[in-house]
């Protein structure tokens, strides 16, 4: 049985994957939805065998801005919404975290409005995503480097410090000659540090199925394969998702649904 750091730290290194493959995803869709001229969206997931409503986007065409009320039960603590800022071709160039709740000043306690954000400079070979905290100050940046395909051949994770800057992970993307999966090695220096590397296996809307490979941690290796539910989605007529299904052709089940108003 793996020790639960060693667990966590699996965790942790597919979570910060699925961090940056989630925000090029995320970024296509933005795109696919301004380009056909939405106005609104609600996602809906499934829970308890029922759709509830997850997430609302209200596009403001006008400020070339997409609002994003999250109504999900694992919401940040005080957390309002988050503006998506876009640029004429759609990409994103902001994403800005809105809270209320107390914070300190001085020494006392006040309510007050407060954000923490990512801005993104997207370019023809890599994307880089700088986020700052609260008082506006650089806490960490992500350079994206791509091939000609726009696929990552190599990210490279920095957090900054008051008086330093520390390269946190060097991650190496390797894909195979039909796009459908690639070699994948991971270097974090940031503690725990640990060294991830595998195969990653993507379904055809470059969504992770599975991954086999090992991790090594203080000069133990752990295996950290997983495989993962195949989903089906389908798209309206204006190419935009709407439906995703889990299981096989055989059993599928609706765990999401997109209510799109052009």
Not at 105 to 116: A, L, P, T
Request: aromatic residues 12%.
């Amino acid at each position: 049985m793996k020790s639960i750091t060693t667990f966590t730290a699996i965790c942790f290194s597919i979570l910060l994957f699925s961090q940056t493959n989630d925000f090029i995803q995320f970024n296509d869709c933005v795109k696919k939805l301004t380009a056909s001229g939405f106005k609104s969206m609600e996602i809906l997931i499934s829970k308890n065998g029922s759709l509830a409503l997850d997430k609302k986007y209200i596009y403001e065409k006008d400020n070339n801005e997409i609002i994003i009320y999250d109504y999900s039960n694992d919401t940040k603590k005080n957390f309002l919404q988050t503006n998506v800022k876009i640029d004429a071709n759609g990409n994103i160039t902001e994403l800005k975290d809105i809270f209320k709740g107390e914070i300190l000043e001085g020494d006392k306690f006040v309510i007050k409005q407060y954000e923490s954000k990512k801005k993104i400079s997207n370019e023809k070979d890599n994307i880089q995503i700088t986020s700052y905290n609260s008082k506006n100050e650089i806490i960490s940046k992500e350079i994206v480097l791509l091939d000609d395909k726009m696929k990552k051949v190599e990210s490279i994770l920095s957090f900054y410090l008051p008086d330093d800057i520390l390269i946190s992970e060097i991650v190496k993307f390797k894909w195979n000659s039909t796009g459908t999966g690639y070699d994948y090695e991971k270097l974090q220096f940031s503690y725990p540090k640990q060294k991830v590397i595998g195969h990653y296996e993507v379904n055809k809307y470059g969504d992770v199925e599975s991954f086999k490979g090992n991790l090594y941690i203080d000069n133990t290796q752990e295996d950290a394969s997983f495989i993962l539910d195949k989903k089906t989605k389908k798209f309206d007529s204006k190419g935009n998702l709407v439906q995703i299904y889990k299981g096989d052709n055989k059993s599928q089940v609706l765990i999401e649904e997109r209510r799109i108003i052009y």
